[in-house]
């Protein structure tokens, strides 16, 4: 057995003092807890995917700049060409990438609840995390909170997530505007759930020089590519590539991301059945007793049970083979809250029944 002192005294304290990031094991369940696309890939378009793989040279490294893939990126994007953009291994490693170019004991500054990996990739690097509450009942920012901690903390990043997660809802977007005018440092909006939400910064990337946009295409329905961009100034850019490790876009990943991107019509219907659905779910779960839903401009629903039943009702859902995610664990404003994944339309109507037999008396 590892002596503890060893730990202790090779591992900085931040480190030790981190939870590991935990998924839910789904096996034998309906997956509603991840917000992934539900469908696949039509059997023609898997047959020219398989085509085009067949093209790979796997005993060579890939393209370390992935030129075709950040090309198509920017077209599919309607990305202006005064920008650059950046890939990551998901979204994940660009706000690692982004974090770890800070100077020491930096501030970071992020609206709580939000996404989770901007606490804890900034607190695993030791750097000084705060988080502003949101005004309860809508999710919408608190603007003079959020004005105030960039006035104490003077933060070299902020993330703000739109739409956000976990609650769904964007966030007012002259809030925004007045947040990048105000802060000194870099503002990045993550738009991880753009393609649901019909709004988007990245045409206001032109007027603010400390604005970054951030994507990814999981949502999309490419989950298991892990694949993320950042957009913003070149100068930014270059800062930001010296950090990122090489050839940490596969080859595998390259050519199937440049292949779904220039077959989005696919893809495209399928947001706008996910979108269809949300509606069908949100209204709903707006007609149960007990229950509070909240608007969402993702693919997902964020909605309130009665007082201390949360946990009970997840339980009692995952027992009926539907596994949501449990949110009320984390406190705060996201007490006695759940969140569903909107699938396929019978799965979501399994996921309705079996809320609405969760919900009945004892």
């Known amino acids: 057995m590892t002596d503890n002192s060893l730990i202790a005294s090779v591992f900085r304290k931040e480190?030790?003092?981190?939870?590991a990031y935990k998924v839910a094991d789904a096996s034998g369940l309906i997956k509603l807890d991840a917000m992934e696309n539900p469908y696949n890939w039509t059997d023609g378009l898997v047959e020219s995917w398989l085509e085009t793989l067949k093209t790979c040279e796997l005993n060579r490294y890939?393209?370390?700049?992935?030129?075709?893939?950040?090309q198509t990126i920017k077209d599919r994007n309607k990305i202006p060409p005064a920008f650059d953009v950046?890939?990551?291994?998901?979204?994940?490693?660009l706000i690692q990438i982004l974090l770890m170019a800070l100077q020491p004991n930096a501030s970071v500054l992020s609206p709580q609840?939000?996404?989770?990996?901007?606490?804890?990739?900034?607190?695993?690097?030791?750097?000084?995390?705060?988080?502003?509450p949101l005004l309860p009942n809508t999710f919408d920012l608190d603007l003079p909170a959020m004005l105030a901690a960039i006035s104490t903390h003077q933060p070299a990043i902020i993330f703000l997530a739109y739409p956000n997660n976990p609650t769904g809802n964007l966030f007012n977007a002259e809030s925004i505007k007045q947040i990048i005018t105000t802060a000194k440092g870099l503002v990045v909006i993550d738009e991880a759930y753009a393609p649901f939400a019909g709004a988007s910064f990245m045409d206001e990337l032109i007027q603010y020089e400390n604005l970054l946009?951030?994507?990814?295409?999981?949502k999309l329905g490419l989950a298991g590519l892990r694949l993320g961009y950042l957009v913003g100034a070149p100068a930014i850019i270059e800062q930001l590539n010296k950090i990122r490790l090489p050839y940490n876009i596969n080859i595998l990943t390259q050519v199937t991301a440049h292949f779904a991107l220039?077959?989005?019509?696919?893809?495209?219907?399928?947001?706008?059945?996910?979108?269809?659905e949300r509606t069908e779910v949100y209204e709903q779960l707006g007609n149960m007793d007990g229950i509070t839903v909240y608007p969402s401009a993702a693919n997902f629903i964020l909605f309130r049970t009665p007082k201390d039943k949360a946990t009970e009702i997840f339980a009692a859902i995952k027992q009926q083979g539907v596994l949501i995610k449990n949110l009320s664990p984390q406190g705060g404003l996201l007490a006695d809250c759940l969140r569903v994944t909107i699938g396929k339309p019978e799965e979501n109507q399994l996921f309705i029944g079996a809320l609405r037999k969760a919900l009945l008396p004892s």
């Open 86 to 93: 950046l890939l990551g291994n998901g979204s994940d490693e």
């Open 62 to 70: 890939p393209d370390p700049e992935a030129k075709q893939l950040a």
């Open 213 to 218: 946009a951030m994507r990814t295409v999981s």
């Open 15 to 19: 480190v030790l003092a981190l939870s």
């Open 262 to 276: 220039i077959h989005h019509a696919m893809f495209d219907e399928q947001t706008r059945k996910i979108c269809a």
């Open 113 to 132: 609840p939000s996404f989770v990996m901007y606490q804890q990739i900034s607190q695993s690097l030791g750097l000084n995390f705060i988080n502003v």
